[in-house]
């Protein structure tokens, strides 16, 4: 439902969801705009009660601004306070994350790459919860009207995608702070492949350094094409300073031990908090059948420390109703 930011009250959607022990699930993306790297969607569900949950405290205090909400628009917020907020999710909420390629974005277009990302992440944080997805009261999505998969309907669940979803829901500005650590992550890995374009200052936006790079250098394998075609570079050539797809789908995956990556057109990642027993990682490729928790576990050979966490990967094949 398309609604006007300006009639909601802060935060009423949580309010409402919480006074009957209900669920709000957050969904925003980051990267839209970018001329190069992926775009990355997120989807949150905070503790009931908010007020009741963990709260910065002594030194911790020192990195945010104490009078402003440490759940709020990642935009407004400032790289160390962007970053505590971000392990606040992970200990704290429910959360995942999915990043779409510059190849996808370039076949299909940016909108039904942002779609089909934020599609993944909410279906992969439905997947994975300890309770059951009739919970969820409401669904916020910023800006963008998403169809979910039937399965995941339920009588009284009710979607709303507010345009600037950040300023009235803080599931959404979670959502939006969790995808814009997870992206920029990324580009800082990037940022070492590609020098010459100074990722680690712009993250892919098209600033005006930006620019001047791709007038001077080209543009290198993860730019998107379809971004770049009124702008004017070196014999529209690709930087000589560049990756395999292969490769960049691998640097996706390193930069952040959550990702798992299957193939190099599928890079999705999920992790659900601490506190719930369910801090796995799989691929939407090869979900468990509905309805069950007791796959066999999957050990991965990773050199990070979740390299011995449980997995749900399974044999099955994915469910028709999940398919799109």
Request: net charge positive.
């Amino acid at each position: 439902m398309k609604i006007k930011t300006s009639t909601i009250q802060n935060n009423l959607f949580e309010k409402n969801a919480w006074e009957n022990s209900l669920f709000v699930c957050g969904i925003d993306e980051v990267g839209r705009g970018c001329f190069c790297g992926p775009v990355v969607t997120a989807a949150v569900i905070l503790p009931i009660n908010l007020n009741n949950s963990p709260r910065p405290s002594g030194h911790e205090i020192e990195l945010i601004n104490p009078k402003q909400n440490f759940l709020r628009d990642s935009k407004l917020m400032s790289e160390k306070e962007r970053n505590f907020s971000y392990e606040w999710i992970k200990e704290n909420c429910f959360y995942s994350f999915s990043s779409i390629d510059h190849n996808e974005i370039d076949q299909k277009n940016i909108l039904e790459a942002t779609k089909n990302s934020m599609k993944k992440s909410f279906v992969q944080l439905m997947e994975l919860l300890p309770f059951s997805h009739e919970k969820i009261k409401y669904l916020i999505i910023d800006a963008v009207k998403l169809n979910i998969p039937n399965c995941y309907h339920h009588k009284d669940l009710k979607i709303f995608n507010p345009t600037k979803g950040e300023s009235v829901s803080i599931s959404v500005a979670a959502a939006s702070i969790f995808a814009k650590v997870t992206r920029d992550k990324m580009m800082w890995k990037f940022a070492k492949y590609f020098p010459e374009f100074e990722m680690e200052k712009h993250k892919g936006y098209g600033t005006k350094i930006h620019q001047e790079a791709l007038r001077k250098n080209g543009s290198s394998v993860i730019h998107r094409k379809s971004f770049l075609m009124n702008l004017k570079t070196v014999n529209n050539s690709e930087s000589q300073i560049s990756l395999t797809f292969g490769e960049s789908s691998r640097v996706i995956c390193e930069c952040n031990e959550q990702i798992v990556s299957r193939d190099s057109e599928r890079l999705v990642g999920i992790t659900c908090n601490r506190n719930s027993f369910f801090q796995r990682s799989r691929s939407l490729d090869t979900p468990r059948k509905l309805g069950t928790r007791d796959d066999p576990p999957v050990v991965f050979k990773k050199e990070s420390h979740e390299a011995k966490q449980q997995n749900l990967f399974g044999k099955k094949q994915l469910p028709k109703q999940l398919l799109f």
